[in-house]
């Protein structure tokens, strides 16, 4: 079992920056792909990428492509989520969620955080 807690979130303005934070507890992080999503007001919750177990590869939604970087650091338990270029429509409470192996659906993730707020401003 693993327990996720974000951080990091924030209010920015379009086209500046944050890096999210996902830490973990228990010794079988690194046994766990991450995945990160959102969540805007009256919508539904949406993929925004993921990392293997080991680091080595990633996958990004295309909204977030070339904007949006995930790495992690599974000697500190860690995933990050950097986000740069943030536009309006990134704002959402952000969500890091583990699953053995790297899904895009939310319903494949077994353990989830409690979210981060992230608010953009045009």
């Known amino acids: 079992q693993v327990q996720l807690v974000e951080s990091g979130g924030g209010l920015v303005q379009a086209g500046g920056s944050l890096r999210l934070s996902c830490a973990a507890s228990?010794?079988?992080?690194?046994?766990?792909?991450i995945g990160w999503f959102r969540q805007a007001p009256g919508k539904e919750r949406e993929f925004v990428g993921a990392i293997t177990r080991s680091g080595g590869s990633t996958y990004y939604a295309d909204s977030v492509k070339g904007r949006f970087t995930i790495s992690r650091d599974n000697a500190k338990n860690t995933v990050y989520l950097q986000m740069n270029s943030l536009k309006p429509e990134d704002t959402a409470v952000y969500y890091c969620a583990a699953s053995l192996q790297l899904w895009t659906m939310t319903y494949k993730y077994d353990y989830w955080g409690q979210g981060t707020q992230v608010t953009v401003s045009s």
């Open positions: 228990g010794r079988t992080f690194s046994s766990y792909s």
